[in-house]
């Protein structure tokens, strides 16, 4: 027996010690032989494997522990993310009818934008699920100011399921109100209208409230035409769902217009005051303004009795400015000439009352004259000549006899006397008797200086062909040349003479009006209406300027008087030479050659 050979060691090849050694683990991946486990098995042979307490498997111990974790975090980091893009709101939300919703862009004609929307949150809260009432309505109260203590403590202490607290709060008022952390309350995105321009165009574009519907001018025209039922369908959820509205308006025009009627509103003390500017070849109303206006972004004077829009919703007496038609309407129907003479002494009579003419020339006086010297008596016996039924259609197909409509929603009818005779025709032949509205008047002027066409106005862009292709026409375009002509002559040696200085080398035209005020029925001779329409050029027009003040006073500067020459005809002339350049209308140093060739042909006043 060898002695170095341990007799306890059990001898492997031995069958008796084979039988008591302990086998050895074979694991799945060692194994080459034997039946394949079905993927189950697998799965569970390789955790038991992994997962025995073995020092060579703790790598991929660590490995899949991490892995484990960082998609348990990852999922609950996504989920976080997604609840603060996607805050959950209150049922009575859901439905989108109480949030605001958005609304499209509103340009000028150039592109420039005039209003918008821009993202905002508002806060509110499910008063049932609110702990403590009156510890919600301190807090909240000590971060929100203007809050109303009691108010909000009666809202917070209700059962409801949804209040709101405060509409379209500032970025760090939301982080206040979020630090304060209390249950119940919470936050909605919504869209806020701005107008970046101010009172610039407010009277077109109007406003939106808290919940962005449109209550006023250009604003509620898009909800009239269908932008709350998509807002109420869910469809317009962002600006960029919806198509820009691009209106006629020129913002830079408006704001010079705007300014020189600031101006001249003070100089002359007037109470009010608006101004026009009117393609007459499109109908697109290119500048509006009215004083005083507000401020869209916080219209809290919009509803004041002083703040209508003159153009459109008052309706005045247009003076003088009215003769242009009726001279139009006695040319137009043959019955007179640009050479017919008609007898201007002394004084009309009819009945009890006697017409006459300011500062007249007491003689006969040709067609151009009557324009030019402005006469009464001559512009009444014109009217008498057609009668009253031709002068009552005439007026009519010149849109003055009805409600003036276009995309503003606020407008006002015409007063027509009740019982039209002959007495009524002769004063509403020279603007006395008949209040339109003063936008009313300028599309009819600008139908007698564009060839003959009435081209109802519009605030949306468009252009001549589409303007020309379905308007009427009303006179021929000889007599609106036998307009243009007359209202150059006034220019040259009437009245319009202040505005004609202003501007030179723009060949303008055009004619002023004043009416006495009628105040409890009776007119006041102390209070005035002054208007002043122009035309430019007036050889071929493209704009009309209106321009009206209510109650002006007399200066020393204008030896006391407050007719319209004096005042809204050198405001006219100070904005028409602000808005011409930026309009495109360069000035002309030679005047145009031959501009009225039936005139000069029919030798009539004026032309040499």
């Known amino acids: 027996m060898d002695s170095g050979h341990n007799q306890n060691q059990a001898d492997p090849h031995n069958e008796a010690d084979a039988g008591h050694k302990l086998p050895e683990y074979t694991s799945y991946y060692e194994e080459e032989a034997g039946p394949r486990l079905s993927g189950r098995a697998r799965l569970w042979q390789f955790m038991h494997d992994v997962f025995r307490m073995r020092s060579d498997r703790s790598a991929q111990r660590v490995l899949l522990v991490g892995l484990f974790f960082m ?14 893009m996607h805050p959950k709101v209150p049922g009575e939300l859901r439905s989108g009818t109480m949030v605001a919703a958005a609304r499209p862009d509103i340009l000028d004609r150039t592109g420039l934008v005039l209003a918008t929307d821009i993202k905002t949150v508002s806060v509110f809260a499910e008063p049932r699920n609110i702990i403590d009432a009156d510890e919600a309505t301190e807090l909240l109260t000590a971060v929100l100011p203007d809050l109303n203590a009691r108010d909000l403590r009666d809202k917070l202490s209700t059962g409801k399921g949804f209040v709101w607290i405060k509409r379209q709060i500032t970025p760090r008022q939301q982080a206040e109100v979020h630090r304060l952390g209390i249950p119940g309350v919470g936050f909605v995105p919504e869209n806020k209208r701005v107008y970046p321009n101010g009172p610039i165009g407010a009277h077109v574009l109007g406003f939106a409230n808290v919940d962005n519907e449109g209550i006023a001018g250009i604003e509620k025209y898009m909800d009239n035409k269908g932008l709350k039922a998509l807002a109420g369908y869910g469809f317009a959820r962002s600006a960029d769902d919806l198509e820009p509205i691009e209106l006629s308006l020129d913002l830079r025009a408006t704001a010079a217009a705007r300014d020189e009627l ?8 007037a109470k ?13 109303i290119v500048s509006l303004v009215s004083l005083p206006d507000y401020d869209p972004n916080n219209p809290v004077d919009a509803l004041k009795s002083d703040r209508i829009n003159r153009m459109i919703v008052g309706v005045f007496e247009m003076g003088s400015t009215f003769k242009a038609l009726t001279i139009a309407m006695g040319l137009d129907s043959g019955k007179a ?4 003479n008609y007898d201007a002494r002394g004084g009309l009579h009819y009945g009890r009352f ?27 016996r014109i009217a008498l000549q057609q009668g009253v039924p031709a002068h009552k259609a005439f007026l009519k197909k010149m849109g003055q006899l009805d409600r003036m409509r276009t995309e503003m929603p606020e407008s006002s009818a015409p007063i027509l006397p009740p019982n039209w005779g002959e007495l009524n025709t002769i004063t509403i032949s020279y603007g006395h008797g008949l209040a339109v509205a003063p936008m009313q008047a300028a599309a009819a002027v600008g139908a007698l200086v564009n060839g003959g066409q009435f081209i109802p106005p519009t605030f949306l862009k468009r252009s001549e062909e589409e303007a020309r292709a ?10 609106s040349e036998a307009m243009r002509f007359v209202m150059r002559l006034n220019a040259e040696r009437g009245s319009a003479g202040k505005a004609n200085s202003a501007v030179p080398g723009y060949f303008i035209g055009g004619k002023t009006g004043t009416a006495d005020k009628v105040i409890n029925g009776r007119y006041a001779k102390n209070k005035n209406f002054t208007t002043f329409m122009t035309i430019m050029p007036a050889d071929d027009p493209k704009y009309l300027f209106l321009t009206l003040y209510d109650e002006p006073q007399g200066l020393p500067e204008t030896y006391g008087f407050s007719t319209a020459g004096w005042n809204a005809g050198v405001t006219t002339g100070k904005i028409m030479a602000r808005v011409a350049p930026l309009l495109g209308l360069p000035p002309r140093f030679e005047p145009p050659v031959n501009p009225f060739p039936t005139m000069a042909k029919a030798g009539a006043w004026g032309t040499h």
């Open 337 to 340: 000439t640009i050479n017919s």
């Open 71 to 84: 998609v348990l975090f990852g999922t609950l980091i996504g989920r976080l993310s997604w609840m603060a």
């Open 262 to 269: 600031i101006k001249g509103m003070e100089h002359f003390k």
């Open 354 to 380: 006697t017409i006459k003419d300011y500062h007249g020339k007491n003689r006969i006086l040709s067609v151009p004259e009557i324009f030019v010297y402005s006469s009464n008596i001559g512009t009444a």
């Open 272 to 284: 009010a005051a608006a101004s026009l500017i009117l393609d007459v070849n499109t109908g697109e």
């Open 470 to 479: 379905n308007a009427p026409q009303v006179i021929k375009p000889e007599t």
